[in-house]
């Protein structure tokens, strides 16, 4: 059910990023070589990659919710969410080096997790999640972001943000990886809730909650090219043994 549910909110990403794109974005993205390059959508690595780096960037490029004058100066406020990697069944991926977020292109860190950040497995789910959270996925608390606490402003023209970064270990299982995440509601310290997948917004003219659109993206394993001979005379052993 868990991972179904995770399905649907991964369906309507896909379907949304088709659509013009305004509003404020959580984008996931895999590197395949430790951060020098990003891609995003449909990627494909070869089996005999043992780890990728993740990122999920933030982008707040429009919002109804205030006039063109204050989107130039809106900043986020506060969020909180979990990272997932569903397969289609459980494997052995972990995820590691949980970083801090910054600015993209890198410049300096402006905004800090306020949470110690660690992954756990549910089912044929790698969540990354606040330590010590043991509640269903989307049921609570997740990584924590706050940007008011220190009193920094980021204006909407460095508002191309990582918000989390990690390195998702590989155990080498051929098949997808489907990289997105959960927005998940609380209450502010503004006076006002936050809904599924919403972040709270600041700018001149007050606070505000702002809905979140995840494009996220798959991974594909896929096997080298020097195992696919093995592949075929495993195949064919089996259908001799079989006859």
């Known amino acids: ?20 794109q305004t509003g404020s974005f959580a984008r996931w993205e895999v590197s395949l ?6 891609q995003t959508g449909s990627v494909s690595a070869l ?4 780890s990728v780096v993740v990122r999920m960037r933030w982008q707040n490029l429009l919002n109804g919710s205030v006039t063109p004058a204050e989107q130039w100066t809106s900043y986020l406020d506060a969020a909180t969410f979990e990272a997932y990697s569903t397969t289609s069944v459980a494997n052995g991926d972990t995820a590691t ?10 410049g300096n860190p402006q905004l800090a997790l306020t949470s110690v950040v660690t992954s756990r497995r549910v089912g044929n789910v790698l969540a990354i999640d606040r330590a010590a959270d043991f509640a269903p996925l989307g049921g609570n608390f997740g990584v924590f972001v706050q940007n008011y606490a220190g009193g920094v402003v980021v204006s909407s023209l460095d508002q191309d943000i990582a918000l989390l970064q990690y390195t998702l270990n590989l ?3 051929a098949g997808d990886r489907f990289l997105s995440g959960l927005f998940i509601p609380f209450n502010t310290t503004r006076g006002f809730d936050l809904g599924l ?41 089996v259908i001799r043994r079989r006859r």
């Open 33 to 38: 070589d430790n951060g020098t390059t990003w």
């Open 171 to 173: 155990d080498g299982t």
């Open 197 to 237: 997948n919403q972040v709270s917004l600041g700018s001149d003219a007050g606070f505000f909650a702002a809905d979140i659109t995840h494009l996220p993206t798959i991974l594909t394993i896929i096997p080298t090219p020097a195992t696919l001979p093995l592949l075929a005379a495993g195949s064919l052993l």
């Open 97 to 106: 080096d949980f970083r801090r977020m910054g600015l993209v292109p890198p």
């Open 47 to 50: 089996q005999s990659q043992t």
């Open 1 to 20: 059910m868990l991972a179904r549910s995770i399905a649907v909110f991964t369906v309507a990403a896909v379907v949304s990023s088709a659509i013009a």
